[in-house]
């Protein structure tokens, strides 16, 4: 029975790192498009690394070519609000077929942690547009400029995060077994320790280090900056933090603190985390949303996670008097 439970860990870990990967905004996407007469087809290229250069290749199907230009439009390194796309340089995309249909341009990153953002579009002999090609909300597309991560790094924070993800998944697994009394609880709260544990480690740690070599900062979790993906790591080890010293007294077997909630309420914090970690998961990778939006969200759950331990640290209080 206990190999089963394991292996039923693994698979529903391997299934959430699969849907992790699957739903990452930051790999290439397959994307076809049509405006007017035309229909543009691309693999995007979202990063390049630092100083290397890479090709944009761009499919256009329309009407007989007749002399229109197709053209990549490019904002200046480093530009994030790109409100004005018209005012982007243009550089005509070079074609090897001299009827068109297929085009390309070489892209050269500049520093790693730089981005800039792109679009097409086509214009005729005398420069009047004729169709445009960005995403389907009419934002440009984006480009990352990153660093080289040295494979160590790499290696570490990707098998600290499986650890992570395997010990939540497994502490899921005890909790539906779980019953009423504080034996049962305890497994459950071990695994959402080490998980604890090892997502410190993936996450801020080496993910410090990954963030230094990928994008030359530190950490974007709030209150330092809003990026999605430190968030997201945040979020979750906060919410494992709050799961563990609310079960402290259980997890160390009454030598530390008293626990704030009843054995069965503390088994299925295993169910609760795993529900946590299956949101987050389902947010897609290196999303891009405002920094109000990152700041009212996060702070909100930080401060409800901080309100609620506060609430349950006084009613145990009370209890124990």
Known sequence: MKIL?????LLVTLAMLYIARNNSRGRPEHIVHTDGEFTFTITTVPKITEHKTDRLALKVDGPPYFGYRVRYRSSQPGNIAPERPADFAAIDMRSENPDGGEYFVDVTAGAKGGQAHYYFDIVDAEGVPLAQFMKDDGAP??????????PF??????ALMFVTVFCISL???LALRAGVNTAAARPVLVCLFWAAVAGFLGGYPFGFAMNHYAFSTIWEGIPFGTDATDNKTQLLLL???FAVLAGIGTLTRGKIGRDLFSPRVLARFGLIAFAVMLFIYIIPHSIQ???AFIYLFC???TAGL?????VAWQRSRRSAA
């Open 5 to 9: 439970r394991i292996a039923l860990a």
């Open 141 to 150: 597309f984006r480009l990352r400029f990153i660093g080289e991560v040295p």
């Open 153 to 158: 790094i790499l290696v570490a924070h990707i």
């Open 171 to 173: 502490g899921a697994v």
């Open 239 to 241: 919410s494992l933090l």
């Open 289 to 291: 949303y405002s920094p």
């Open 299 to 301: 702070g909100a759950w």
């Open 306 to 310: 901080v309100v609620i331990y506060l």
